[in-house]
């Protein structure tokens, strides 16, 4: 049975959709009066500590006793700095986001033998089951690629031989995380090729992984109707991948994977649902509305280089006269960066090269001044109270842009690069083999007693 055909079903919920509001309403002093820390943080914004790793480590502050101290962004994988990462690879001429899958899964940097090795197993494991892309894709195609993604993951259980056992066998997690993490940008690319296809009526084009290619240029050809790419365009996207592959244990898709994994599920039950978690606009979906908000920006405002026609164009979008209309500049701010994303920094430079290939130097500039400017129109309203970077959702849809990657392809994108981090958790997780994670809910429901149904009214 279709929704369209279900009408006494939606009658029966609207009618009684005050009542379901009134019962689920929580009085927010409530929250106070138990001290509860809502969303996991503390009142002075920071994190819960709610577990341990060695994975990744995100540096926006320090604490000068009870007083957070703004300091320069840093991300760190396995005790890396990403700048010195990524100043390796670009140094020697290489792709980086394969060697970076190998540090976060493995703990170390790869040898080169090691790093040809890991290379051709995901090359290798990049091929989908026969009749997967037929059957569990084009069957049952979905406009939303990020839902198709969870889906295939999901899928991807029934062509394990023995998905139900050897859960904490290292080993054979370590096959089941190389084979999602190979498999994801074609399972995406396939996705939207049957979403451009079904919903947008396009041409239906499906090309099969190549060899030879790193993830980035893979990626490239798969969603490409003739399969072309430049190196700059390949190296831009690598860099994308490394820099969103992983982001710590405390982020709500990250957290999501090692919840799930503490009850012993299934790694792709754990994949799918830290799919799920990013699909969610409070998370992954920020450089997609950053991509639009630019776009209206670029339209609205007359002069780029008119400093004021910006601030006033951003007062606007503060006060919901613009923009979405819900009052925030997406791009701008970050729940642990204060001075800078190191994420941003690195995009930015990269990008500023192909935009000046691609003609673009203009946008950027436009970009930059929404950058230096937000932070001034912040203060006037809240007076200054908070310090506030850009992100790297400002520049990373640009790119995107620039690659003339559609947006419904930015979140997938994320997710594609993402799911490193969440193996690497999921196996941390499987390795230590903790308590299932359990936070406790205060209720604050009274105590009713049972009415007979002949009584009520």
């Known amino acids: ?17 005050a009542e379901i509001k009134q019962n689920a309403r929580i009085d927010k002093s409530c929250y106070d009066d138990y001290d509860v820390k809502r969303g996991l943080r503390n009142r ?24 957070k101290i703004p300091a320069p962004g840093k991300l760190v ?26 540090l976060l899964l493995f703990g170390k940097l790869p040898a080169g033998r090691e790093l040809a090795d890991f290379e051709r197993i995901l090359a290798e494991y990049r091929e989908l089951p026969d009749g997967f892309t037929e059957d569990m894709i084009m069957a049952a195609p979905s406009a939303d690629v990020m839902n198709k993604l969870a889906r295939s993951i999901l899928a991807m259980y029934s062509y394990d031989p023995d998905p139900e056992t050897d859960r904490k066998n290292i080993p054979k997690v370590l096959d089941r995380a190389l084979r999602i993490i190979a498999r994801s940008p074609v399972v995406v690319a396939n996705a939207y090729s ?39 365009e390949a190296g831009i996207l690598d860099l994308c991948l490394v ?9 709500n898709s ?50 780029w280089r008119d400093d004021d026609e910006i601030c006033d164009y951003l007062r606007r979008i503060l006060r919901g006269e613009a923009g979405r209309g819900d009052g925030l500049v997406y791009g701008m701010g970050h729940a642990v960066y204060t001075m800078s994303d190191p994420r941003a920094v690195e995009l930015k430079k990269m990008a500023a090269s192909l935009a000046a290939k691609k003609g673009v130097s203009a946008e950027l500039e436009l970009i930059e001044s929404v950058e230096r400017l937000t932070p001034k129109v912040f203060a006037e309203r809240d007076g200054g109270r908070k310090m506030m970077c850009a ?13 003339g990657i559609p947006r419904e392809l930015y979140i997938p994108l994320f997710a594609v690069s993402r799911i490193v981090g969440w193996c690497a958790h999921h196996i941390e997780e499987v390795v230590n083999s903790g308590k299932m994670i359990r936070p406790a809910y205060k209720s604050i429901s009274p105590d009713i007693k049972y009415t007979p149904l002949t009584d009520r009214c």
């Open 44 to 67: 002075d914004g920071t994190g819960v500590v709610a577990g341990l790793t060695r994975i990744g480590d995100v540096r926006g502050y320090f604490m000068r006793g009870a007083e």
């Open 254 to 303: 990250g957290f999501a994977c090692r919840l799930l994994t503490s009850s012993g599920t299934d790694i792709y039950s754990v994949m799918a649902a830290a799919v799920g978690s990013l699909k969610g606009p409070r998370h992954g979906g920020a450089s997609a509305l950053a991509d639009e908000m630019l776009s209206k920006l670029r339209s609205d405002v007359r002069d």
């Open 194 to 232: 049957a979403k451009r296809h079904y919903y947008d009526k396009e041409s239906l084009y499906i090309h099969k992984p190549r060899s030879g290619l790193s993830t980035a240029e893979s990626f490239l050809h798969s969603i490409r109707s003739d399969s072309s790419f430049t190196r700059d």
């Open 1 to 17: 049975m279709r929704y369209e055909n279900m009408t006494a079903i939606p009658d029966f919920l609207d009618e009684r959709a």
């Open 391 to 403: 992100n790297v959702d400002l520049y990373s849809g640009f790119v995107y842009n620039m690659l």
């Open 77 to 102: 994988y396995r005790g890396i700095d990403v700048s010195d990462l990524i100043g390796g690879f670009l140094r020697e001429g290489r792709f980086g986001f394969e060697e970076t899958a190998y």
């Open 243 to 251: 820099l969103h592959a992983e982001h710590g244990g405390g982020n």
